[in-house]
């Protein structure tokens, strides 16, 4: 049964993290496709809600995980057959966070957003965000061409995915 969840905390709020793409074994198990290269760690620290969206989620926990690398089978607390893991294709797993959790900085509700200096140049707008092994890289479509910009505290001020505002310290050099 799906409830609304309308839990107040100051500044915390429900971002998606993985969305289930099938059912998998006889027990309830699904397969999800991370939404974010923290999925891992928030799958196993951050309270997790499992719904259609925000608002129309519940509180839920993994109970097991089966697998290795891309064949790892979730099952989550409450799921007993298959036909249940069915009924939750196409749900979106959701972790509850804070504002100055790094997911904030990577939501792909962030592609749109229109990017700034800390003195109010305007640099483009974002249109991609690339996952690479030394950290994450906004993408800014600035006329014809691409700007990367590393996603690092020291560049990435603020994000306010409310205004559609991203607001970077670009260093010497990182604009050409």
């Known amino acids: ?103 904030v900085l990577v939501s792909e509700e962030l592609i749109g957003s229109t990017v700034i200096t800390d003195i109010g140049d305007y640099i483009g707008e974002l249109s991609e965000i690339l996952w690479l092994p030394a950290n994450d890289v906004y993408v800014i479509k600035q006329g014809a061409k691409d700007i990367l910009i590393p996603v690092i505290p020291e560049i990435v001020k603020t994000v306010e995915p409310e205004e559609g505002i991203i607001v970077i310290h670009p260093m010497d050099g990182l604009m050409e």
């Open 1 to 103: 049964m799906l409830s609304i969840s309308k839990e107040p905390m100051s500044d915390s709020r429900l971002y998606p993290i993985a969305r289930i793409t099938k059912a998998a074994g006889l027990k309830g198990e699904v397969r999800l496709r991370p939404l974010s290269r923290y999925f891992e760690e928030y799958i196993q620290e951050k309270p997790l809600f499992l719904g259609v969206s925000e608002e129309y989620s519940r509180e839920t926990r993994i109970v097991e995980k089966v697998g290795l690398g891309k064949r790892i089978r979730f099952l989550f607390d409450g799921i007993e057959s298959r036909a249940e893991a069915e009924s939750l294709i196409g749900q979106t797993l959701f972790a509850r966070v804070t504002e100055r959790d790094n997911i």
